[in-house]
Every structure is written in structure tokens, then in C-alpha cells.
């Protein structure tokens, strides 16, 4: 069985940063698409970034020239490198990623942007 786990969630400061990581694990045999959606409080999960096979990223507006997406395919690993963090990026963080040409989410991880 093949899984997301994500890590790097936490309390930051305004204007602070955060990397947020991501793998899969389990009898994994190809990866396409890997990314970042979040979901505030009392709002729809939205797209925070993409990242396919070939390297090619698409941002959300509201995250451009402050996010950064990667990913190290031979770790099935994808990351999100966030700066100038704002209170309105605080949300919970979910991992997605196309395994086996199976559509896989991770559990979450919470962002909290605060002074």
C-alpha cells in the first residue's frame, strides 16, 4: 500500500519561511504529477503549487515569487520551500501525487503564520 507523509508543518512569524516535504512510500513504480493544496479555516482546498515529471511548475497568483516547488524523484519526494510567509497563508497543507497512476493525498500539515 502506497502512502503520502508530509512533514515541516509549524508556527512561523510573518515574512519567516518553512519547507515542507513530502514521500511516498510503499511499492511505488511510477510517479506523474506531485503537489501542494491547502485548506483555511472555513474555506475549499485550493492549489498551492504543481510540479510534473519534466519539471514544469505552475503556481497559484497568490503564492508566486514567494513558494518554490521541487522535487527529487528518486526519493519520491516532492518539497515546498515557502517565504515572506503572511497570516493568510496559515491553512492545513496536503500533499498530492498521481503513484501509480493512482491519485494519492497525504494526511495534512498544519502552517500557522502568526506573530
Known amino acids: 500500500q502506497v502512502q503520502l507523509a508530509e512533514s515541516g508543518g509549524g508556527l512561523v512569524q510573518p515574512g519567516g519561511s518553512l519547507r515542507l516535504s513530502c514521500a511516498a512510500s510503499g511499492s511505488v513504480f511510477s510517479i506523474g504529477n506531485m503537489g501542494w493544496y491547502r485548506q483555511a479555516p472555513g474555506k475549499e482546498r485550493e492549489l498551492v503549487a504543481v510540479i510534473n515529471n519534466g519539471g514544469v511548475t505552475n503556481y497559484a497568483d497568490s503564492v508566486k515569487g514567494r513558494f518554490t516547488i521541487s522535487r527529487d524523484s528518486t526519493k519520491y519526494t516532492v518539497y515546498l520551500q515557502m517565504s515572506s510567509l503572511k497570516p493568510e497563508d496559515t491553512a492545513v497543507y496536503f500533499c498530492?501525487?498521481?503513484?501509480?497512476?493512482?491519485?494519492?493525498w497525504g494526511k495534512g500539515t498544519l502552517v500557522t503564520v502568526s506573530s
Open positions: 498530492y501525487a498521481r503513484v501509480n497512476d493512482i491519485p494519492l
